[in-house]
């Protein structure tokens, strides 16, 4: 009995000496967190991603040229002939020639400064008259017709009046669904710096076309 208040005593002091011991360690480790949590803190936030963009559907395309030659005759008269599409990129024109004649000539508009549609002898292998969408700046390109297997394409778009794409050949809103409707999977396409019109069976001498709503 006389030993107990001492034993007591000797715990309570043992208690006081963990206290003493411990509450540094315990200190210290909220300190850590806290400086750990700073550090998290200043790390770069996350990286979130932004949603694509819907593209939007559009009822209407600048034109600034509003020209176009358009040989309705031929075209009929051609739905089987051979066909090819010449890109003359100096002179900013299409030409669709069947049996050796233009049949088509229109304004166009190849990539504009710091891009480049590529030159070279292609064949049309996909044709998607709506829905079609680029994959790097999301808006709809209708009457799509791709190149080769390239990612380059014709389809409608602005003309401005001058070189304005990232690479594809833009068409006239009225003009497109002509072309695509004439072209078939297999036509050759040449988009050449300048055209000498070679080959041609009559020469081509219609420099002004006449606008397309007087055809």
């Known amino acids: 009995m006389i030993l107990f208040p001492g034993l007591a005593r000797c715990l309570q002091v043992l208690f006081l000496a963990l206290g003493i011991v411990l509450l540094p360690s315990v200190t210290e480790a909220g300190l850590f967190d806290k ?18 963009p819907r593209p939007q559907h559009r009822s209407s395309y600048r034109d600034a040229h509003g020209d176009a030659y358009i040989n309705h005759e031929l075209l009929a008269a051609g739905k089987d ?6 890109i003359d990129i100096s002179r900013q ?3 669709l020639i069947i049996h050796d004649l233009v049949a088509i000539d229109t304004a166009v508009s190849t990539a504009r400064r710091g891009k480049y549609t590529p030159r070279g002898s292609y ?4 044709k998607v008259a709506s829905g079609k969408v680029s994959t790097l700046y999301h808006v709809y390109m209708p009457y799509w017709m791709r190149l080769g297997q390239s990612t380059v394409g014709m389809h409608v778009g602005d003309l401005p009046g001058y070189p304005a794409s990232a690479g594809c050949i833009r068409l006239p809103q009225r003009i497109a669904p002509l ?6 999977l297999g036509v050759p396409v040449e988009v050449v710096d300048s055209w000498d019109e070679e080959g041609l069976r009559i020469p081509y001498t219609v420099r002004k076309p006449t606008r397309f709503a007087d055809t």
């Open 35 to 52: 400086m750990r949590a700073r550090k998290e803190a200043r790390k770069d936030p996350p990286t979130v991603t932004k949603p694509t």
């Open 81 to 86: 002939a051979e066909k090819k599409v010449v």
């Open 93 to 95: 024109r299409a030409f």
């Open 123 to 126: 064949q049309i292998t996909e």
């Open 179 to 184: 072309l695509f409707e004439n072209l078939t």
